[in-house]
């Protein structure tokens, strides 16, 4: 049925007389009433047939009735100028663009939505991920599509090793979703990734920046085997909003696993966003963790809602506060450190690779580039 003010057009054959086609009209009210208008008679010089009844019904809306009301907007909330960044694009970003495609290839820097893409990819920086791209969490800050992944892709590595090389890179950043349909958790492919890029391009250092693969300590190994020359793992938030913030996941596994990967010899890495709800002591103590724990490169920046069913942004830090803060983790023995508003977890990556050698030749027992 129709609703009120809808016009429909009925084609019908009746049930009883003449077995031809009738073209009827039927208008129907704002109150609901209807009213059968005849449009044509019955056509001339047709021989009628036996068939049986029929109707076919379209309805259409009635081009001057009254639109529904549409609700209000959310007022929508402005990010500041410091937060403010240029379209991507440019040659070099449309050309890293189609060579991912044509390789059939997944970043974090589209999945996530990251605003730093077209600075990124104009200097042929990139954070491939693997392991498909939906997600077994669903995390309440993070743009990546949640769901049932796809079965793995034995061919991926070799294909994301052929990128790397092909883009003869001094150091890169791979990531993964989480797969916690997986025994492993991924991390035999993590493995079979990281020995094909080493293969493909034996002077590029690798970042890997992993899942918590449930707390498993031993697929933890399996990853560190495979010599990443950073081993990065991010705790995203206090101890108090992790749970909210990170729904399927902890702060103390987290922390355990980046533990467990420094008392194994690895360069370890964490990131933090700032903006939902901490407080500047819980950083403080954050941070006074990570120091103990002998952290080796850290990042903050402001978190930013991807969309109205994330987390919302309880307020923009200024980019002063970041300073301080990116002092404050230097005073606590944190090797290095970028911290900004728009800082995500690989930015200036690509920058790195003079320090994780040099690094690695100090204090590091695991990394590709400590066997060179």
């Known amino acids: 049925m129709g609703r009120p003010g809808d016009r429909e057009l009925r084609i019908a054959s009746p049930d009883a007389g003449p077995r031809d086609l009738q073209l009827r009209v039927l208008t129907r009210g704002p109150a609901g009433e209807s009213t059968l208008t005849s449009l044509a008679a019955m056509l001339p010089n047709r021989q009628p ?20 009301a549409s609700p209000e907007p959310a007022p929508r909330r ?24 044509e390789l059939g290839l997944h970043t974090v820097c589209q999945s996530a939505s990251c605003p730093n893409i077209g600075e990124c990819w104009n200097h042929r920086a990139l954070t491939i991920m693997i392991l498909g791209d939906i997600c077994t969490r669903s995390c309440r800050f993070c743009d990546v599509a949640t769901g049932r992944p796809l079965p793995v892709d ?47 391009a ?39 909003l992790s749970r909210e913030v990170r729904v399927q996941a902890r702060y103390d596994r987290s922390y355990a696993v980046l533990r467990h990967a420094r008392e194994r010899g690895a360069l370890v890495k964490t990131g933090l966003m700032l903006g939902l709800g901490e407080t500047r002591e819980e950083l403080g103590e954050v941070i006074d963790q990570l120091g103990e724990l002998g952290l080796t490169i850290l990042t903050m920046g402001q978190y930013l809602q991807p969309s109205k069913k994330h987390l919302g ?45 040099r690094m690695q030749r100090e204090r590091g027992k695991i990394g590709f580039a400590s066997l060179r």
């Open 49 to 68: 047939r036996r068939a049986m009844p029929w109707t076919v019904a379209v309805h259409l809306p009635l081009l001057n009735a009254e639109p529904a």
């Open 78 to 101: 402005r990010h500041p100028e410091w937060l403010r960044v240029p379209m991507p694009g440019g040659d070099g970003y449309q050309a890293l663009r189609r060579m991912v495609k």
């Open 154 to 200: 034995p061919d991926e590595p070799e294909r994301v090793a052929k990128m790397l090389a092909a883009l003869e890179l001094s150091h890169t950043v791979i990531t993964s979703v989480d797969r916690d349909d997986l025994r492993d958790g991924g991390a035999g492919i993590w493995a079979e990734t990281l020995h094909a890029c080493h293969r493909a």
């Open 202 to 240: 034996p002077d590029m250092t690798i970042e890997v920046l992993v899942p918590d693969f449930k707390g498993d300590l031993a697929d933890v190994d399996t990853v560190l085997a495979a010599n990443p020359d950073v081993f990065a793992h991010n705790l995203e938030t206090v101890p108090r």
């Open 313 to 357: 942004v309880e307020r923009y830090v200024h980019p002063d506060e970041f300073a301080e803060l990116k002092q404050y983790a230097l005073t606590r023995g944190i090797d290095h450190v970028e911290s900004g508003p728009l800082v995500r977890s690989s930015y200036h990556a690509e920058g790195q690779a003079n320090l994780i050698r």
